[in-house]
């Protein structure tokens, strides 16, 4: 069977179709062990490169060499495993010592506040999450956050798989004994659409998304698999129809069949591919608190070239669509058309603090705000006041006091 000429094919379709997704497609890619050479790891441990920071301490200070590191670090995530462990990255495990300490500390502060923040993937309970974490540490603990952040191998991973001017953000998950695990899935940009709306993306869009975004987890503690750490399907960023297939029955009855896992000890850094088939583990352990600092790095071309105050168009063009829908001078198409030109249709990057998932995986866009407006037949100054508490939401401060 000539595997070449299917992939062929496959990249020239031009939309994907969640009943197209086929499990036999996707599993003869997960078997294809060709990916090329890993010659820096130290070792392959269940198809997954395991790396020793302190041992490529020599490469990553000489240009030269850094660039080959970082050329077999962006083939493994695209070609090879999709997921590489920086064994030893904090050599020094005091910043993650001290980052720890912040982060109960941030936890405790919001349980008083009475604020309880969701996982997307996985059912309330035992677990705690900290949205925003990148900035809370910053505002918090400035210099435990430059101690933290100043390691340079999360610098060199990062700029690997995204080039430079990255965007950092990071969000604290704990996992204590008892806590259920997740479901599995893939990641934002694509991996946060319902299966409708992705199959609107063509599909090169499809191929595109993981490089938008490098998914990583910082270990706060000792893991042993009992505690449940990511649950991983090496070789699954390949299926370029996987951001339509992971909810699919068959597709999670087999990752469930076939998901590894590999303990990590404090300090240690895991980096995949945001396609890749994943799931937070369920926390077994009697006594294990299982933290980790999750690394959402976003690439720079992620943001357009200017900022537009679409707000105050929002408000503008309002009352006349308004008008023209009440008079028949405007189809729905058409509105929808001038509504995608001047409102904003994307709900990220938000404050998920204040405007959190409700009923999905994403909190209400601008573009969804204006057509309810119009379906709900809100007068202008209505809608003005929805308008405002929308943007507020999305505020990085408090609106009215200044602060976070």
């Not at 078997?31 to 050479?37: K, Q």
């Not at 987890?217 to 009992?226: F, L, N, Y």
Request: aromatic letters at 8%.
């Amino acid at each position: 069977m000539d595997r070449s000429h299917d992939r062929i094919e496959k990249r020239e379709q031009s939309w994907y179709r969640e009943r197209d997704c086929a499990l036999n497609e996707f599993v003869a890619l997960l078997e294809d062990d060709d990916h090329g050479p890993t010659r820096y790891a130290a070792e392959i441990t269940q198809r997954i490169p395991i790396y020793d920071c302190p041992q490529l301490d020599g490469m990553t200070r000489d240009a030269s060499q850094r660039a080959q590191l970082q050329a077999e670090w962006a083939r493994v995530l695209h070609d090879g495993a999709g997921v590489l462990v920086l064994r030893r990255a904090f050599v020094d495990t005091g910043p993650v010592d001290d980052a720890t300490a912040v982060f109960e500390s941030i936890i405790r502060s919001e349980r008083e506040q009475g604020s309880s923040a969701a996982d997307h993937f996985a059912k309330a309970g035992a677990n705690d999450r900290i949205w925003n974490a990148q900035e809370k540490l910053c505002l918090r603990a400035p210099e435990v956050f430059a101690e933290y952040f100043s390691n340079p191998m999360l610098m060199i991973m990062s700029e690997a798989w995204l080039g430079p001017c990255y965007q950092m953000t990071s969000q604290v998950n704990v996992v204590r004994p008892g806590g259920a695990a997740q479901q599995a899935h893939r990641d934002y940009h694509l991996g946060f659409q319902t299966a409708e709306r992705a199959e609107r993306y063509p599909a090169h869009v499809h191929r595109m998304s993981p490089f938008l975004t490098l998914q990583g987890a910082v270990a706060h503690s000792d893991m042993p698999v009992e505690s449940g750490p990511t649950k991983l399907l090496p070789y699954s960023q390949r299926y370029h129809e996987g951001y339509l297939a992971w909810r699919r029955a068959e597709f999670r009855a087999y990752f469930e069949d076939h998901f590894v896992q590999l303990p990590l000890s404090k300090g240690d850094v895991v980096f995949f591919n945001p396609a890749l088939f994943h799931a937070a583990g369920a926390n077994r352990t009697a006594d294990v608190q299982r933290m980790a600092n999750l690394l959402q790095v976003s690439s720079a071309y992620g943001r357009a070239m200017e900022v537009l105050d679409r707000r105050g168009m929002c408000e503008a063009l309002y009352p006349v669509l308004r008008e023209r829908r009440a008079s028949g001078r405007i189809s729905d198409t058409e509105i929808t058309a001038a509504i995608a030109s001047c409102a904003e249709g994307y709900p990220f990057p938000t404050k998920l603090d204040r405007d959190p998932p409700i009923g999905g995986l994403a909190p209400e866009s601008q573009q969804e705000l204006m057509h309810r407006g119009l379906d709900e037949e809100w007068d202008p100054a209505r809608f003005t006041l929805a308008l405002n508490e929308h943007a507020a939401r999305h505020c990085s401060t408090n609106p009215q006091s200044g602060t976070s």
